[in-house]
């Protein structure tokens, strides 16, 4: 049984309703009932836009291997209206978007995946969720809490527990 933390996002459409629908599809690969933080929003991240995100952490336990995982996460993307740009590098408004942050303590790094998520340290809007399920996780390559992470966080966007 693998313990995967999750951060589902979006800044589209019915944001919450998109999230909560994310959250019931990813809740049936978890062979335990989701924990799952409070909504956030932010501010986006690294693009311009109007629309800020809302944002939640969840944790799954899961028989799925990461890429197994991964698989299943751009189906349900797909199939909640998630088109993904021409563009490989830069980001953009989307109707929802699924990370995989944590993976037990794997460290994965393929053409398709890396694990942890390579940016998490440096954000608030996946720090401060995250932290609300568990601030004594171990950042595997990092080895630090993700509450000691989030004190440190060079990151100064707004974030707001909803």
């Known amino acids: 049984m693998h313990k995967v933390y999750l951060l589902i996002g979006s800044n589209r459409g019915e944001k919450k309703i998109l999230i909560e629908k994310a959250q019931e599809r990813l809740g049936l690969l978890s062979v335990n009932p989701v924990l799952s933080s409070s909504f956030y929003e932010s501010e986006p991240w690294g693009f311009e836009s109007d629309e800020w995100f809302l944002n939640k952490a969840i944790l799954i336990e899961t028989e799925l291997s990461p890429e ?10 797909t199939d909640l209206g998630r088109v993904r740009g021409a563009q490989k590098e830069g980001y953009e408004s989307r109707e929802i978007d699924i990370d995989i942050l944590l993976y ?5 790094e393929s053409e398709i995946l890396t694990i942890p998520h390579p940016r998490m340290h440096l954000r608030k809007f996946v720090l401060e969720p995250l932290m609300e399920i568990n601030p004594d996780i171990i950042h595997p390559v990092l080895l630090i809490s993700v509450k000691d992470l989030y004190l440190n966080c060079p990151d100064k966007s707004a974030v707001r527990r909803t």
Request: glycine share 0%; net charge negative.
């Open 104 to 108: 037990d303590n794997m460290v994965i």
């Open 68 to 77: 197994s995982l991964l698989r299943q996460i751009l189906n349900i993307e």
